[in-house]
């Protein structure tokens, strides 16, 4: 399996080749653009290629797993995803069912996995024993959150823990050669109570702890990104890839619920348009294709490095996203 680092490194080296000190004269580099290129469907020139990733959740029920990992899974892994993600439930308490995930992820399917971690009810040593848990997968790739406290609340650390995402960043750094990416939020965390700016500066610290590349939560407007990613790397100077998370809406209660929780915004078009859907769940889900296409086709336009879908664990929307864009 990879280090997420290196694929965004070589497909970013492919779309802009360097000239003197760059990735022609970096054999590394130079081997990974390789083998991205090599990797990708030949109508699909490497130019034009994002890094397309998915990210999967645990699922609660016996069923759920049969249907995630013999159903959802395969018909997603057609579209040729760069790597796939697992969340980690609150508090860790998915932590057993997610390495199975990305274990199968792995050795099944032979995607690069990207194993979530968060620093909610885990101390330093319990951390410690998690990494070395994912490095005997073979898993390369770690997301690490703070994290929500499990039943919401304020976030508390635990003795002999973390209380910034920053500080994991910084102990995973530490402990081994793991690619670690991060959470960004182009409006601001919920947390920050309004002020994105001082949410955007903590992502910074981050950065600046040894993560090697963002990925934005879910988002409806892009001019939201656009002002996050012109902040970030515009003026705090953030050079690693700032990837947006898109989510194809499957219902408007269900997006509805999500937003609640992640303090992110529906635009009042969009809050209109799914009022009119009401609970025709079929018809949102079409309309929420077009427009995560839409989404995805200005923000390709914007030059992003990538594309994160939050699958929700339904293959249709976001494959017909991709077949949509040209990119599956």
Known sequence: MRFIRDIYAARMAAKQPACGAGADSD????????????AMDPN??????????????PPKTDEGDRTLLEKQIPALSQAKPDFCSVTYGAGGSTRDKTLMIVDRLQRQHNLTALAHLTCVNHTRDEVRALLENIRALGCKNILALRGDPPGGGEFRPVPGGFEFAAQLVQFIRESGNFSIGVAGFPEGHIAC??????????LREKVDAGADFVISQLFFDN?????FRDFVAG???????????????????????????????????????????????????????????????ELLRAGVPGLHFYTLNKARSTVQVLKNLGLA
């Open 27 to 38: 054999p590394d580099i130079a081997a990974a653009t390789k083998l991205e290129a090599d």
């Open 223 to 227: 001019a939201d990104y656009f002002a």
């Open 44 to 57: 699909t020139p490497a130019q034009r290629r994002p890094v397309i990733s998915f990210e999967f959740f």
């Open 193 to 202: 109570k309004g002020d994105k700016y001082a949410d955007w500066r903590h």
């Open 235 to 297: 003026q705090l100077g953030v050079r690693v890839p700032l990837v947006p998370g898109i989510v194809p809406i499957l219902s408007a209660a269900q997006i509805t619920k999500f937003t609640q929780l992640c303090g992110a915004k529906i635009p009042p078009p969009l809050r209109a348009r799914l009022g009119e859907l009401g609970g025709d769940d079929a018809a949102a889900v079409a309309f929420g294709i077009e427009y995560a296409t839409r989404q995805c086709e």
